[in-house]
Each structure stands twice: as C-alpha cells, then as structure tokens.
C-alpha cells in the first residue's frame, strides 16, 4: 500500500529539521510502501524474535518494553509517527525488546537493504537520521538517570515533558495539550513506580498546578516552569550546520 502522494510521515518528521529537496522526498516517501496495522494490546514482535526489517510508525503509539523477574516489565522508551522502531534488527537481526501497540497503529514494514541504499545515495538524510537517533539516546539517557536519583513528580513530569516535546516534531503545534493513550501501569513501568504511586503523583500534580486532565487528555499548564522545577532539557532539537551539503547527496545518486 502506498501513501497515494500524500506527504509521508519520515518526510514530515525529517522536514521538522531541514528543507528537503524533491529528489530527498521521494526516497523517503517510497520507504512508507508496505502497511501492516495492529490493534491496541497486539504484538508487533517479542524481544528475542528474529527481525529482518524496520518499520515506520505511520499511525498510533507503541511501546519497547523488556521483561524483568518475577514478572515485572520496564517500558523503554514509546514511539510516536514518524519514529522508526525495530531498530536492533540492523545489527542483529533479532528484536531486542517487545514491541507493543498502546493505541491502534499503522506501521510501514522497511527492509534493511532499503534503509541501506537511501544512506547510500542520500548521505544528507542519513546524517538527518543519526543526530536524531543520538538526540533520542540522549534523552532516554537523561530519563534513566532520572529513575534512580529523584521523586515521583520528577520522573513522571520529565516523561510527560519528553513526549510533548516530540509530539511537537510531528504536529508542529506550539499547545501543551495532548491525548495520553496511556494506562497508570504503563506510565509506572516506564518510570519505575506502582500505578498507585502513579495515580498519587498524577493527583499532586494537579493539586499543585502542574497539570489538568480530562479523560485521556491531560495539559501541561506552565511547561516552561516544570521544566524550570525539574531541570528538563529538551534534547529534540538537533543542530544541523554540520550535515552534508545538498550537491553531494544528489552526486551519490545512481
């Protein structure tokens, strides 16, 4: 299935960071071919299960999760559109985490070898898609350590302040307001807390100003200054005076 001209999901989330060329967009587009869709629960592939392709989060939030003792989970990270996941297959050919859809999704299957031929013939691209790749990294660094060194509020707000953030890439919307598909248990086992003191934490939040929630929406009411309280960086932003120009990623295509 093909996006039937319509822009594709890694061009708008790569053209949140650099004006693409014609030529960029039809690469990135021709990646976004074969559509595969799961239900809210499903899984998408375990950790451990042979992997020989990426996808394209066209639609919907997932979650990377891996199992721990006694029947516990850590939630590693979530994926929005435009996010490419399954990631590990590139090196090792096997899913290092669970992969699983908390909303309905849409996900474009991508071959290794397509990936391979667009950092061949559009370095500038790839380039684009490694400082992303690093920026994540880093931010999932700065959530880590806030696992074992600060309170509730701190690790919850973080998360939340970290999703906005890079909803904002998609939907270029300057709000703070934003649908959170998310069980308490989820958002415990990305940040490791029960659900209950999730509920506590959520609850405190909104007493103190923070927050407001309306069903599966919640609001962040002075993100400057929650960021400010828990000294959040925002790490989605990456520069770009270092990429290659233009003229060399139109010169390598063949």
């Known amino acids: 299935m093909t996006n039937d001209g319509a822009e594709g999901v890694l ?3 790569i053209g949140r960071h650099i004006n693409l060329t014609y030529s960029e967009r039809d690469a990135l587009r021709w990646l976004e071919r074969r559509e595969r869709r799961f239900e809210a629960g499903e899984i998408v592939v375990r950790e451990g299960d042979f992997a020989d392709c990426l996808h394209i989060v066209a639609a919907g939030w997932l979650h990377g999760s891996n199992d721990l003792p006694a ?3 850590q939630i590693l990270r979530f994926y929005f559109k435009g996010d490419i996941v399954t990631t590990s297959a590139i090196v090792w050919g096997y899913s290092s985490a669970t992969l699983t859809a908390v909303s309905a999704c849409r996900l ?3 071959p290794r070898d397509a990936l391979a031929r667009l950092f061949r013939d559009f370095p500038r691209l790839a380039a684009v898609l490694y400082g992303i790749s690093a920026a994540e990294q880093v931010a999932m660094a700065d959530r ?5 060194r600060t309170d509730g509020l701190t690790r919850v707000a973080t998360l939340l302040l970290d999703i906005r953030s890079r909803l904002r890439l998609i939907d270029g919307a300057p709000n703070t307001a934003f ?3 998310l069980t308490q248990q989820d ?3 990305a940040v490791g807390l029960t659900k209950t003191h999730v509920n506590r934490t959520l609850r405190q939040m909104e007493a103190d100003g923070w927050i407001e929630r309306e069903g599966r929406l919640i609001r962040l009411l002075d993100a400057d200054a929650l960021a400010q309280r828990i000294e959040f960086k925002d790490r989605h932003i990456i520069a770009i005076d ?3 120009p233009v003229k060399m990623a139109l ?3 063949t």
């Not at 880590?144 to 074992?148: D, N, P, R, W």
Request: charged residues 25%; without cysteine; glycine residues 12%.
């Open 11 to 13: 061009e708008t989330r």
């Open 108 to 110: 474009y299957e991508l």
């Open 144 to 148: 880590v350590a806030s696992l074992g």
């Open 179 to 181: 649908e959170l598909p």
């Open 187 to 189: 958002l415990g086992d």
């Open 242 to 244: 270092w990429l290659p």
């Open 71 to 73: 029947g516990a989970r």
């Open 251 to 253: 010169e390598n295509v």
